[in-house]
């Protein structure tokens, strides 16, 4: 059956130090699952990817995992994915999950996922993509880095603008159903892969 859409979720290849990120990431997972969605993620089977994963595929949902090879033995990637793709670089990863996804969340992470946040949230701004985009803050996770955010914009280096373009909230199913209603109604594009 073809998933009526796909969220990518970025998140942490740890689990962290709070069961509720475990639990937003279940929580998310079975929200794709139960609506008719697919998961792009990283392709791992370690901390919240692959507990976003394990969720998804028990709710019903398809799973899409993309891993760059170095991480392959790393991360333990995911061989009950619906589609594994294994990729040569970090830049391949991230453009094929930009492709394969009509919006983005990130949920706790580290280094890697505050990356691909940025890089994402960038790429719209610049007009690459119009899918929509949201940080779940996860038991205030988020709190200091959107505060570091509003300073930005105080400091003239950010606009209110660019801030409109991330939806940030904190209760899983709610933020995602907002991101699934703001999904553009056209067939996916592929100006992302023109423009990269």
């Known amino acids: 059956m073809t998933p009526e859409f796909s969220i990518c979720v970025y998140c942490g290849s740890r689990p962290g130090e709070r069961p509720e990120y475990a639990a937003a990431a279940i929580a998310a997972g079975q929200w794709i699952g139960h609506n008719g969605g697919q ?26 995992g993309i891993i760059p090879k170095a991480l392959v033995d790393k991360e333990l990637a995911n061989t009950l994915c ?33 990356e691909e946040l940025f890089e994402i949230w960038t790429w719209r701004q610049l007009g690459y993509h119009d899918k929509p985009t949201g ?8 709190d200091t880095m959107l505060a570091f955010l509003a300073h930005g914009v105080r400091e003239g280096f950010m606009s209110d603008w660019q801030m ?15 991101l699934r209603a703001e999904v553009p109604q056209h067939p996916r594009d592929d100006r992302l892969a023109e423009n990269l």
């Open 164 to 178: 409109s373009l991330v939806q940030t909230g904190t209760d899983t199913h709610a933020l995602l159903a907002a």
């Open 39 to 64: 998961l792009v993620y990283g392709g791992g089977r370690t901390g919240l990817m692959g507990t976003v994963a394990e969720a998804t595929r028990a709710a019903g949902g398809r799973v899409v």
């Open 82 to 114: 619906d589609e594994l793709h294994i990729v040569d670089t970090m830049h391949e990863r991230k453009a094929m999950m930009g492709e394969r996804a009509d919006a983005f969340v990130a949920l706790p992470g580290g280094i890697g996922t505050f």
């Open 135 to 142: 940080i779940l803050n996860v038991a205030g996770y988020y």
